[in-house]
C-alpha cells in the first residue's frame, strides 16, 4: 500500500522536528554522562552537522573544520554546546581535550639544540 501524504501544517512540522531533536540531545547527554562518546561522527550520527551548526549559531563548514580540529572551539561556542545537550561544560571540555592532537616537537626528536 502506498504512503498517502498528510495534511499537517508548518508549525505542526516544526514541533514534530524539534520534538524528535530533543529526544536526540537526550541521547547525546545520556552517552556524554556515561563516557561513552568518543569522536564527534557519534554525534553526527544522531544529529545532522548541518542542523547542529545551525543551533550553534555556526555555518556548516566552521563547524566540520572544528570538529576535525576540536582545539579551535570558542568557549562561547562550548558553552553554547553544553547548553543544548545540557550537559555540565567540563564534561565537554574533557571531551574535547581528548580530541585534540597536540604537537610536542620534543617527543618527535625535533627540538633544537644549542
Request: a positive charge.
Amino acid at each position: 500500500m502506498p504512503r498517502t501524504k498528510q495534511n499537517i501544517s508548518k508549525e505542526q512540522k516544526d514541533a514534530i522536528f524539534q520534538k524528535q531533536l530533543s529526544h536526540k540531545y537526550h541521547s547525546i547527554k545520556v552517552s556524554f554522562e556515561a563516557g561513552k562518546l568518543e569522536s564527534f561522527d557519534q554525534i553526527d550520527a544522531l544529529v545532522k552537522p548541518s542542523v547542529l551548526a545551525k543551533e550553534l549559531h555556526m555555518g556548516y563548514k566552521s563547524y566540520r573544520n572544528k570538529c576535525i580540529s576540536p582545539g579551535d572551539f570558542s568557549n562561547n561556542e562550548l558553552v553554547r554546546m553544553a547548553e543544548l545537550f545540557d550537559i555540565d561544560v567540563n564534561l565537554l571540555i574533557k571531551f574535547i581535550f581528548k580530541r585534540m592532537k597536540f604537537k610536542n616537537k620534543f617527543k618527535t626528536g625535533e627540538a633544537i639544540r644549542v
